[in-house]
């Protein structure tokens, strides 16, 4: 998923605009738009619908991701799982 240095640049970049921007509106909706970016990626799990599908995401206990699909009525399509251990490093990848 995202690296984990991810959320912390992301708060130093809200603590930086929080210092140096006006107070207002525009403040408030780029330090709001970046926490809700913070809380998302701190997430082991998240759940996306459209009018068709509805896509659960979740960290597997092996550092791997778990895709589920469902129909929007609940019914399970597929599961995907990516293992960590499956990656190609480009060390390897250069090898190979």
């Not at 996306?48 to 019914?75: C, H, M, Q, R, W």
């Amino acid at each position: 998923m995202i690296s984990s240095v991810t959320p912390d640049i992301l708060q130093n970049l809200k603590a930086v605009l929080s210092k140096i921007m006006i107070n207002g509106h525009t403040k408030n909706k780029y330090i709001a738009a970046l926490q809700d970016a913070i809380d998302e990626i701190n997430l082991e799990e998240s759940i996306y619908s459209s009018p068709f599908f509805d896509v659960k995401i979740a960290d597997n206990e092996d550092g791997g991701v778990l895709i589920d699909v469902f129909t929007n009525e609940g019914t399970l399509i597929d599961t995907l799982e990516y293992c960590s251990e499956n990656l190609i490093s480009d060390d390897e990848a250069g090898e190979a």
